[in-house]
């Protein structure tokens, strides 16, 4: 073998023709350019997932910190209710003057001149408005309290947060920002002395709708939001869901039923705004429901969802295999039997993984919501489906539209807080598709 | 009685009827359960469907109704002065009626004396239990608010009651028909289809119901405004004008919001359709498994992402940075740091929107690709030409009717994008060329006239439904066609 290649070798010295030139360096060269615009067009698409994901990251890990400047507050009778009359009204401890209280504990812990008036204007602006209601609720909580002196961590004003987190240019001159300069010589001292830290943010999950950033927070709009998923998943689910088994195993073929598909087809692709119109002009003009109620809300992102809901289950029950219909029916099953007993439950896994898709969707949504008026400014906790009630998403539109920095780092931690939730409904859809995946 | 309470007793009566109906079925067979046609089971939920559907059906009927009847006997009882003043003040007055039998029902007797007999003043009464009234009230309304609050629980006592007879008698009558051959499961079975039949019909339900509602607003915007000067006109100018000032008519032209809406989605379109057709060529053809399993997901986030959120980085992120990159190169160029394109712009909206299709164009595209048969490709490939060859002159043209449909359907997805728009294109209605200068949408206007305070009869409003019933039928038309294609290619290669 060895031999008779080498004599064929040696045979055939011809110095080698040249190939005949067909382009072929040309169309590889072509080859691979192509191949690198297809490679160049997924880098973009992922680059850009990647900067938008860095730039809500970046500018909202702040908003999970919050500055508070912890005082020895001194509840002074003096102030809170100087004559005495909390036992006959107890309406007195609502009314008091508690900015006071902040602003004698401040002076004394800065050293300040009680007769300075700017000069303690100044050092009171440093703390958050807010501090009225805290200081509020914790004497009508204990009455105790006032004739004592306890240490209370108050919230510190926005732009006081934003310039402790270092996000205030502070080489602007002073009269062109917000903090100035004697605020900031007493942000070193209050740090040093430990009574200014940083610290988790609790209430930006707690708290409801603020003009003012360091009280703003998106707890009363996750739970418009959560309402809302519970009207969807209990109606959308159980409609879709029967909806697609008569439309998959009962439906005659006939024009009904294809006008059916292609308008649910249709549906699936209408714009979401359009959802928001309908919403407005039947449930609340026509049927009389309330404005800004997540009841409105609920139903409108129903029909949203609905059509995703039912495409998907009607692809599962469609990937049942015959042969399980047949057997069942074979044993004496009804055709009723067959589909709630055997074809259901073995479609359930696609079911499900549809339903929590287009939940995912629906919680995300803001542009119908918008229309059915839930851009309301809601500080308190809606107590049922009925009240009115904001969104977590319409949350993020409203915030976007302010102009504080504080803001803007408030936002972006929305998002990322919508982000995780969407994150985790996906991640759990892929789960139940890979946990039950069934090749027949 | 509340109708939540109501329901609950009519729940109670159907739950009482399944376990007499499934009993006296157990009974009926004498002790060999095989002798029954149907499982005791359906026998049961046939009962307890005869106890529940009617009765809950009668309870729909009269809330619905009631309403109705009551208004108009209060209407009929008003007295003829208030008659007389032309429907718009009986309204009114029927109105306030009913806020002040609302307010009534809050008095206690002692109270409820003192205003009948008109000794204490209806207005401070009612406020001082927290129902404020517009005027200080006439004699009359007291009078009309009893009768309307008798009605109210006359009727209300009379539906319970019915109600409540209904939910038994249903119950009564089908226990007595059960016996051993009876066919329940065939009667329960057909209830049940009816169930499906109506959920389904549902999504007819909501395009009928989108299709009216929206037509009924926008005839009613049509017959202040003539559909001529909506459809071609160029100027938006809506004016808001104060309730009752009945100052000046707005201009309201469509062709403006319609030509910014159609330039976000070409600018939208001309970033996403290469790089998605590209990416899904590269997915399909090129990619390796590992590399189309990890990049295909990472692209679909990009479609799970809230369009709130695409919103929000257009604002904050390429808005500042492109206007921030025009002053620099107007910089470079002419010496003069002005920025050239505006930080909310065609330009800006149309690239946000672009990369939020990206994944759309891709992952149909994807589909589409992948459907066109093995054959045709190793028939090219065994031909000798090359794998860009083989897609750019076998696969792409197969393809073409699909990725068309593909094209057609993220187009409509374009155009009805709110979000985005809202955020970053600006709210200036103009019609002109220069992609670097804000432009605004049929969205971004029914979402600036749909929000704040309203006054559902002015054209300003009204106008929304009629641009959305554009959009609607623009997106429809685009939707219907591109599904079409879409199922014919599908048919053409199964």
Redesign the interface.
């Known amino acids: 073998m060895t031999d008779m290649t080498s004599s064929v070798q040696s045979t055939f010295v011809r110095p080698a023709q040249a190939r005949r030139d067909i382009g072929i360096k040309k169309?590889?060269a072509?080859?691979r350019?192509?191949?690198a615009?297809?490679?160049?067009?997924?880098l973009?698409?992922?680059f850009?997932?990647f900067?938008?994901l860095w730039?809500?990251v970046s500018?909202g890990y702040t908003a999970f910190q919050q500055t508070a400047i912890t005082l020895p507050i001194e509840f002074s009778e003096k102030i809170i209710d100087p004559k005495n009359e909390r036992g006959a009204n107890p309406t007195k401890l609502m009314t008091a003057n508690y900015p006071l209280l902040v602003r004698d504990a401040l002076v004394k812990a800065l050293g300040i001149d009680p007769a300075n008036k700017p000069l303690v204007k100044q050092a009171t602006d440093m703390v958050s408005a807010s501090a009225r209601t805290q200081l509020r609720d914790l004497v009508v909580a204990n009455p105790a309290i006032i004739g004592t002196t306890a240490t209370v961590s108050l919230l510190a004003e926005g732009n006081i947060d934003s310039a402790n987190k270092g996000q205030i240019d502070l080489t602007v001159a002073e009269a062109n920002r917000k903090v100035k300069d004697q605020q900031i010589e007493w942000m070193k001292t209050l740090s040093e002395t430990g009574a200014m830290a940083k610290q988790f943010n609790t209430g930006l999950f707690t708290y409801g709708a603020s003009s003012r950033p360091e009280a703003a927070g998106i707890g009363v709009a996750a739970l418009g939001s959560l309402y809302m998923m519970l009207i969807v998943l209990v109606l959308a689910l159980?409609?879709?869901v029967?909806?697609?088994?008569?439309?998959e195993e009962?439906?005659p073929k006939n024009r009904l039923t294809d006008?059916?598909e292609?308008?649910?087809?249709?549906?699936a692709?209408?714009?979401?705004?359009?959802?928001?119109?309908?919403g407005?002009?039947?449930f609340i003009?026509?049927a009389g429901m309330p404005r800004s109620a997540a009841v409105v809300g609920g139903l409108v992102l129903t029909?949203m969802t609905?059509?995703t809901i039912?495409i998907a289950t009607r692809a599962a029950l469609k990937a049942v295999p015959p042969s399980i219909r047949s057997a069942a029916l074979g044993l004496g099953a009804?055709?009723?039997q067959t589909i709630f007993h055997h074809v259901l439950p073995l479609a359930m896994p696609g079911v499900l993984t549809g339903t929590i898709i287009g939940l995912?969707h629906a919680?995300?949504?803001?542009?119908p919501l918008?229309?059915i008026?839930m851009?309301a400014f809601v500080v308190d906790y809606p107590g049922s489906p009925m009240d009115p009630s904001t969104a977590l998403?319409v949350q993020?539109?409203m915030w976007?539209n302010e102009a504080e920095r504080a803001f803007?780092e408030r936002?972006?931690g929305a998002?990322m807080i919508?982000?995780v939730f969407?994150v985790v409904m996906?991640l759990g859809a892929i789960l139940l598709r890979r946990r039950f995946e069934r090749r027949w | 009685m509340s109708t939540s309470l109501i329901l609950l007793i009519i729940l109670i009566v159907g739950l009482a009827a399944y376990f007499a109906g499934r009993a006296r079925a157990t009974a009926s067979s004498k002790g060999k359960l095989s002798a029954l046609h149907s499982l005791p089971g359906y026998h049961g939920v046939y009962v307890a469907i005869w106890a529940v559907l009617p009765a809950a059906f009668v309870l729909a009927i009269w809330l619905l109704a009631s309403p109705f009847f009551i208004e108009n006997s209060v209407r009929s009882a008003l007295p003829d002065t208030v008659k007389s003043q032309g429907t718009a003040t009986i309204e009114l007055m029927l109105g306030q009626v009913m806020q002040v039998a609302n307010g009534l029902k809050r008095l206690n007797s002692d109270e409820l004396a003192a205003v009948t007999s008109g000794s204490s003043n209806l207005r401070d009464a009612l406020a001082a239990k927290g129902v404020p009234m517009a005027n200080a009230g006439e004699p009359y309304m007291v009078e009309a608010a009893q009768h309307y609050n008798s009605l109210r629980d006359g009727s209300r006592w009379v539906m319970s009651v019915a109600v409540l007879i209904i939910a038994i008698a249903g119950a009564v009558f089908a226990i007595r028909g059960i016996s051993a051959p009876f066919r329940a499961r065939n009667r329960v079975e057909r209830v049940m289809l009816g169930t499906l039949l109506v959920a389904s019909s549902i999504a007819i339900l909501t395009t009928v119901g989108i299709v009216g509602s929206m037509l009924s607003e926008a005839i009613r915007f049509f017959q202040s405004v003539s559909p001529s000067t909506f459809f071609f006109g160029t100027v938006w100018d809506p004016r808001f004008s104060a309730a009752g000032s009945g100052g000046t008519e707005g201009q309201f032209g469509l062709l403006p919001l319609l030509a910014g809406t159609l330039y976000i989605a070409f600018v939208a379109m001309l970033f996403a359709v290469p790089v998605g057709l590209f990416a899904a060529i590269y997915m399909a053809e090129y990619a390796k498994p590992v590399v189309r399993g990890i990049a295909k997901p990472l692209l679909e986030i990009l479609a799970g992402i809230p369009t709130i959120v695409y919103g929000f980085f257009a604002l904050v992120t390429v808005g500042p940075f492109l206007r921030d990159i025009s002053a620099q190169l107007n910089g470079l160029v002419t010496g003069n740091y002005v920025n050239f394109i505006q930080a909310q712009s065609v330009l800006t909206a149309g690239l946000v929107m672009g990369i939020m299709l990206i994944p759309f164009v891709s992952s149909l595209s994807d589909d589409i690709i992948t459907q066109v048969p093995r054959s045709l490709r190793d028939g090219s490939l065994g031909l000798g030409a090359t794998r860009s060859e083989t897609i750019k002159r076998v696969i792409l043209p197969a393809a073409l009717p699909g990725i068309v449909g593909a094209l057609l359907l993220t187009a409509s997805r374009a155009v009805g994008e709110t979000m985005i728009v809202v955020l970053a294109a600006g709210v200036a209605a103009r019609m002109q060329l220069n992609p670097f200068e804000a432009m605004t949408t049929v969205t971004v206007k029914i979402v600036n006239q749909l929000t704040g305070d309203l006054e559902f009869n002015s054209p300003q409003t009204l106008v929304a439904f009629a641009l959305g019933i554009t959009l609607f039928a623009i997106t429809l038309c685009l939707n219907i066609y591109a599904l079409y294609i879409v199922r014919k290619y599908r048919e053409q290669y199964e």
């Open positions: 169309r590889y072509a080859e350019r192509f191949k615009y297809g490679l160049t067009a997924i973009i698409g992922l850009f997932l900067v938008l730039t809500v500018k159980p409609i879709g029967a909806a697609s088994i008569y439309l009962f439906a006008l059916i292609v308008n649910i087809n249709n549906l692709a209408v714009p979401s705004i359009v959802y928001g119109l309908l407005l002009s039947i003009n026509f029909l609905l059509p039912i009804s055709k009723m995912a919680l995300g949504e803001t542009a918008l229309l008026g851009v998403p993020i539109y976007a803007v936002t972006s998002i919508l982000l969407l996906n």
